[in-house]
């Protein structure tokens, strides 16, 4: 089952800047699912919680203790917004693919966003530039740049390729344990579709590996959400 990617080349007449489409549409789609989630699942706030407001409430509580484990409340506690959108984004987005995939013609438009490289590393160097962003907010630019040279000037190429490296085993961990399920599934999937032989072999190995893959799904957004608050901690608590 070879598909390609619909891919809009030199989009305004820009010879390097080029979409892929399917991420375009899987990005608008997961967005558009997680907001309407946390709106439907939020929009009968009781004092006495009750059905999704409990689970609600417990994702917020699981986020607020990855923060507390990583850094002081009274610090961290700022970046729960971030993580709660972070981890039902990303956990939306490593699941989406799992159930079916969308083929037109030999193009391949519904998939996990996460299995695209692009995505994954858009995502943690986002991640990264906030760390920045908030480490001098914290401690302003002078001691945090500072940082940087200490203890020793020497220091400082290792410290400029630590930054690089976070960004690329973020991104290209979360990406490569996405990737994988969904070319495994893609090979069960072709197997079924060989022949009744090939489907009666296939059902099982599939529908063990996509409930294994629904378990990865869910592991990934939480490291990718605990390694966050783990950056961010470095960046702004006064005891790194």
């Not at 030199?10 to 989630?37: E, K, P, Q, T, Y």
């Not at 996509?210 to 490291?223: D, E, L, P, T």
């Amino acid at each position: 089952m070879d598909h390609t990617a619909p891919i809009v080349n030199d989009v305004f007449g820009i010879s390097w800047l080029d979409f892929n489409m399917s991420n375009v549409l899987m990005i608008a789609v997961v967005s558009l699912i997680v907001f309407v989630f946390c709106v439907w699942a939020s929009r009968k706030l009781q004092m006495k919680p009750t059905g999704m407001q409990n689970f609600m409430e417990w994702v917020v509580e699981f986020v607020k203790g990855i923060i507390s484990d990583t850094m002081d409340w009274k610090t961290g506690k700022v970046f729960l917004p971030l993580g709660l959108t972070l981890i039902f984004y990303i956990l939306v987005s490593n699941l989406v693919g799992v159930a079916t995939v969308g083929v037109v013609g030999h193009d391949l438009w519904w998939k996990s966003p996460t299995a695209d490289a692009t995505l994954t590393l858009t995502l943690s160097a986002m991640v990264i530039v906030l760390t920045h962003f908030y480490g001098i907010k914290t401690q302003g630019t002078k001691a945090y740049f500072k940082g940087y040279v200490s203890p020793v000037p020497f220091m400082l190429p290792f410290k400029i390729i630590e930054e690089f490296t976070n960004t690329l085993t973020l991104g290209l961990r979360l990406f490569g344990n996405i990737y994988a399920g969904e070319v495994l599934l893609t090979l069960l999937v072709g197997m079924a579709m060989s022949g009744f032989l090939g489907a009666l072999g296939a059902a099982i190995p599939m529908l063990a590996w996509m409930g294994f893959s629904v378990f990865i799904g869910a592991i990934q957004s939480y490291v990718f959400v605990m390694l966050t608050m783990v950056y961010m901690s470095h960046k702004v608590s006064s005891d790194h």
